[in-house]
T-cell receptor, first 116, second 118 residues
Framework: QKEVEQNSGPLSVPEGAIASLNCTYSDRVSQSFFWYRQYSGKSPELIMSIYSNGDKEDGRFTAQLNKASQYVSLLIRDSQPSDSATYLCAVGGNMYSGGGADGLTFGKGTHLIIQP | GAVVSQHPSRVICKSGTSVKIECRSL??????MFWYRQFPKQSLMLMATSNEGSKATYEQGVEKDKFLINHASLTLSTLTVTSAHPEDSSFYIC??????????????FGSGTRLTVV
């Protein structure tokens, strides 16, 4: 059974600070990793995807992947009140080699609150 | 970018009736469609995977005769909840995997359908 674990929170961060979200996964052969933002009652919105070990930066967001530790994280710099949402970590197979035909395994999400 | 249009966004039905949810990929071909279900404060749980023209593959514990999936074209997939019961009340989300003109769009999610069975 594939599992993705996240701290459910809530994680409260002051506006302008760095929010750090963490995720661990159980399936060692996982190849693709995603962070989604989900507002209440809405569908998930893709924030970042990462496939290789190391860091990947996109604007205020940085995703970090460590396959040896089976660990993925998301850093949000200069946090804004609009960043308040639930952040879902999702894990999948190799998207370009058959694994893309598999669905994603999601964590339960971390509820992030940015305090003005 | 790629868009998946999901309808209806919200539906209330009586117990014992059937409800159909549609997902259409706009501007790209959805070779694979995934259907998820999300209960309040829970994660998205994969229900089934369908490829165009093939029978859907259901996850363990998901009744294939209750959740009918049709993926007859590369742009349309439907999920029909048959003989709905209150415990089927949930948020149903589709996700398409596909490409257009050589561009891989990864996983594109629909906007979700809130089903309430009374």
């Amino acid at each position: 059974q594939k599992e993705v674990e996240q701290n459910s929170g809530p994680l409260s961060v002051p506006e302008g600070a760095i929010a750090s979200l963490n995720c661990t996964y159980s399936d060692r052969v996982s190849q693709s990793f995603f962070w989604y933002r989900q507002y209440s009652g809405k569908s998930p919105e893709l924030i970042m995807s990462i496939y290789s070990n190391g860091d990947k930066e996109d604007g205020r967001f940085t995703a970090q992947l460590n396959k040896a530790s089976q660990y993925v994280s998301l850093l949000i710099r200069d946090s804004q009140p609009s960043d308040s949402a639930t952040y879902l970590c999702a894990v999948g197979g190799n998207m370009y080699s058959g694994g893309g035909a598999d669905g994603l395994t999601f964590g339960k999400g971390t509820h992030l609150i940015i305090q003005p | 970018g790629a868009v998946v249009s999901q309808h209806p966004s919200r539906v209330i039905c009586k117990s014992g009736t059937s409800v159909k949810i549609e997902c259409r990929s706009l501007d790209f071909q959805a070779t694979t469609m995934f259907w998820y279900r999300q209960f309040p404060k829970q994660s998205l749980m994969l229900m089934a995977t369908s490829n165009e023209g093939s029978k859907a593959t259901y996850e363990q514990g998901v009744e294939k005769d209750k959740f009918l999936i049709n993926h007859a074209s590369l742009t349309l997939s439907t999920l029909t909840v048959t003989s709905a019961h209150p415990e089927d009340s949930s948020f149903y989300i589709c996700s398409a995997r596909g490409s257009s003109h050589g561009t891989d769009y990864g996983y594109t999610f629909g906007s979700g359908t809130r089903l309430t069975v009374v």
